[in-house]
């Protein structure tokens, strides 16, 4: 992909207004949807609710990108139908905002559906529905986030690895993409790295521009950050992250 060195946000509209599936065995009766549409039009007024429809094609690439939940496969492969959930919004508010409303809009399908499994579209990531609902109804705000953001990880190369954050986009922030040399680094420090820097960005918003260093791991540090598209789909920005003497070979430092 070209680069893209501007502040604006670039996503693709696509990908990032599919918003949740719920998935599960058999589609909710006709009763069960009506009392759905009136608890989503108590917690978000312009929530959109698709109908029913089969398994998505991108499932595999969200079971290969969950980690955290062994049983994800099983609960999945349990599964028969997915119901779609969209807020509908055109212009967003806040992330914080979209955030919690989308995650209101989502509690409301999950009390009348029951299913196996949570497919969070824009992360590409499968979630355990209990354990989902146990985290907001606690209302940590890391949980709010982790729930909407994955790290995935690609190796590049037989001693590198791409890892980049997906989920930003639909609230109008960038994804962080960080290309690294593998021997010696901690997959999971990196990983986690990564998700500190998205915890960032909702907290403070959109403040991550080109030439900006950000503390790296441990003493290899600062990184810089470069604005562009991202290397991976889906079209989006992305804040490059110059993992310093970490950085795969043909970085620009």
């Known amino acids: 992909a070209g680069d893209r060195r501007d502040d604006s946000v670039r996503r693709d509209e696509g990908h990032a ?12 009766s006709g009763r069960s949807r009506q009392a759905l549409a009136r608890r989503a039009a108590r917690r978000v007024p312009f929530a959109l609710v698709l109908a029913v429809c089969s ?6 690439a969200a079971l290969q990108q969950t980690r955290g939940w062994p049983q994800a496969r099983d609960a999945v492969c349990r599964a028969r139908c997915a119901l779609p959930v969209s807020d509908g919004i055109v212009t967003a508010p806040s992330p914080q905002v979209r955030m919690n409303l989308f ?6 399908v999950l009390d009348v559906a029951k299913p ?24 940590d705000f890391d949980a709010f986030v982790h729930a909407v953001v994955n790290v995935r990880s690609f190796q590049t190369g037989p001693q590198t690895t791409l890892m980049d954050t997906i989920g930003l986009a639909p609230f109008g922030l960038p994804d ?3 290309h690294f040399s593998s021997p010696g ?7 986690l790295k990564l998700y500190n820097y998205a915890f960032e960005a909702f907290r403070e918003g959109d403040v991550f521009r080109e030439g900006d260093t950000i503390d790296g791991l441990g003493s290899d540090g600062p990184w810089h950050c470069r604005r562009e598209t991202a290397r991976v789909a889906p079209d989006r920005t992305v804040v490059r992250v110059i993992a310093g003497a970490l950085a795969a070979p043909g970085e620009a430092r």
Request: hydrophobic share 45%; glycine share 8%.
């Open 17 to 28: 207004n599919r918003g949740a599936l719920v998935l599960g065995r058999s589609p909710p």
């Open 55 to 60: 398994l998505p094609d991108g499932i595999e």
């Open 103 to 108: 995650h209101g809009l989502v509690l409301s």
């Open 116 to 139: 196996c499994a949570l497919l969070w579209d824009p992360a590409q990531r499968v979630l355990p529905p209990a354990k989902y609902v146990d985290a907001l109804v606690a209302g």
């Open 176 to 178: 962080f993409e960080c």
């Open 185 to 191: 680094v901690d997959a999971n420090r990196m990983a």
